[in-house]
């Protein structure tokens, strides 16, 4: 059972034609509940996959999420899912994807970021997603700016993590800002060239 203090990474998985695409993010334990990290999957499940399968083309599918407890390497979790994706038409290529930026409060940490796809090509018109995809957009904005609150009443509050580097001694979590609303862009590691 987490620990008040803790900082879980959660790692949510994406197959497209057979690549395997990851979004981590993380999450400090501000409340520590009765139950274990299997939990937090599922309040995760519920919160963020569920908002951004209806955000991706058909042709992606959120397979998985995994837990892990950065501070107690024992407790972790895995997750099977099977999310297909709920818009159609014509496929973007697979590095486009609704981008999502995370503003950071603290200048020593990058702001967030997070990219999900694949998209489209009649959910965005030059590079402004769709106006029908307003409603579902805002929905992972929303969860993405959620804690997660586990039914033992755990609660987890997302944050921007930045571990010790030049630029800070210690380790830094960061709450970050409002999140600001999709936009279509790329991602260079998806590319395959």
């Keep these: 059972m ?14 497209v034609g057979g690549q395997i695409f990851q979004n981590v993010f993380h999450y400090a334990c501000t409340a520590a509940g009765g139950g274990g990290v299997d939990e937090l999957l599922d309040e995760f499940d519920t919160l963020i996959a569920s908002n951004v399968e209806g955000i991706i083309h058909e042709s992606g599918t959120i397979i998985g999420s995994r837990v ?23 496929l973007l290529p697979i590095w486009e994807g609704f981008t999502f930026h995370l503003p950071t409060t603290d200048l020593r940490v990058h702001n967030g970021r997070k990219n999900f796809g694949p998209i489209g090509e009649s959910d965005q018109n030059g590079a402004v997603p769709a106006a029908a995809l307003a409603g579902a957009l805002d929905a992972v904005a929303g969860g993405l700016d959620s804690p997660l609150i586990t039914d033992t009443q755990g609660t987890y509050v997302p944050i921007i ?22 936009f279509v862009s790329t991602q260079n590691s998806r590319k395959p060239f």
């Design 2 to 15: 987490p620990a008040v203090g803790d900082l879980l990474q959660i790692l949510m998985s994406t197959s």
């Design 68 to 90: 892990k407890n950065l501070d107690n390497l024992l407790e972790f979790a895995q997750q099977t899912l099977n999310r297909v994706g709920n818009r159609t038409g014509e």
């Design 161 to 182: 993590w930045s571990p010790a580097n030049d630029h800070h001694t210690g380790d830094l979590m960061v709450f970050p800002g409002v999140t600001q609303v999709g």
